[in-house]
Nanobody
Framework: QVQVAESGGGSVLAGGSLKLSCRLS???????????KAWYRQAPGKEREMVSR???????TYDESVKGRFTISQDIARTTLYLQMNSLKTEDTAIYYC?????????????WGQGTQVTVSS
């Protein structure tokens, strides 16, 4: 059974930093290496949006709103996805979700975590 578990959320003052982690389990090494992975977020009253994505070839993309502030990465085994968030702004407040493997699921990703809350206050 595939499990996707985010952690690392919390409350921080504007200008602060947080590092999110997403642990993937139940996938073969072949799948882990071949899967794209991404971080999405959803703020209250807004649609879920992609924050950053890393392809199977390790190419990274970022939403314009987080470029230069957030960094996506994964461990060598590709079982854990990270999102380093620096210079946080109040508008970064949202539930952050980890997604992996293109498929027929939500936003074109097959596996999703339950989300972790990030709250940035001024």
């Amino acid at each position: 059974q595939v499990q996707v578990a985010e952690s690392g959320g919390g409350s921080v003052l504007a200008g602060g930093s947080l590092k999110l982690s997403c642990r993937l389990s139940g996938l073969s090494d072949y799948t882990l290496y071949g899967c794209a992975k991404a971080w999405y977020r959803q703020a209250p009253g807004k649609e879920r949006e992609m924050v950053s994505r890393v392809s199977s070839a390790s190419t990274t993309t970022y939403d314009e709103s987080v470029k230069g502030r957030f960094t996506i990465s994964q461990d060598i085994a590709r079982t854990t996805l990270y999102l380093q968030m620096n210079s946080l702004k109040t508008e970064d407040t949202a539930i952050y979700y980890c997604a992996s493997c293109y498929g027929s699921g939500l936003m074109g990703f097959q596996y999703w975590g339950q989300g972790t809350q990030v709250t940035v206050s001024s």
